[in-house]
């Protein structure tokens, strides 16, 4: 995406400051991109965070910033099993990486398909609902 050809992100980007210019310390400290650790500033009001949070998702989604929570340690495994089933079935790493929203070459060296005979951690657990569909770590 070009920055300087996007109306869109410009128009974002003023009303932000034009709402606050100071909204990069307002909004509050995030721990991954639009996870919030705490309520931002207390001497602002709630309403005018929250609209200042929503406009920067906004602006971030304009840039293409995308979540990465597949970075995780914990989501290492899961990612190499998806990897794993999908190779079987014969689809390239470029593939599987349009299927699962991750780079291909982040797949192919940092989440290889499991080899044979080679076990994943003891700690991967994975958590299903009474249909069978997997629960994410909010819903557990």
Do not use: C
């Not at 070009?2 to 869109?8: D, H």
């Not at 200042?52 to 990612?79: C, F, H, P």
């Not at 390239?92 to 929203?101: G, S």
């Amino acid at each position: 995406m070009r920055v300087r050809n996007s109306s869109e992100f410009y128009s974002l980007l003023h009303a932000l400051e034009n709402l606050d210019p100071e909204w990069f310390v307002h909004v509050g400290e995030e721990s991954r991109t639009n996870i919030y650790l705490d309520d931002g500033d207390y001497k602002i009001p709630v309403e005018k965070i929250l609209l200042e949070r929503q406009l920067l998702a906004k602006l971030r989604n304009v840039l293409g910033m995308n979540s990465r929570s597949w970075r995780t340690a914990e989501k290492k495994d899961e990612i190499r099993l998806y990897v794993t089933f999908y190779r079987q079935f014969g689809l390239t790493y470029a593939q599987v990486a349009d299927i699962l929203k991750i780079p291909a070459s982040t797949l192919r060296h940092d989440f290889p398909e499991l080899k044979y005979n080679e076990t994943i951690s003891k700690n991967f657990k994975l958590s299903t609902d009474v249909f069978g569909n997997q629960l994410k770590a909010n819903e557990i």
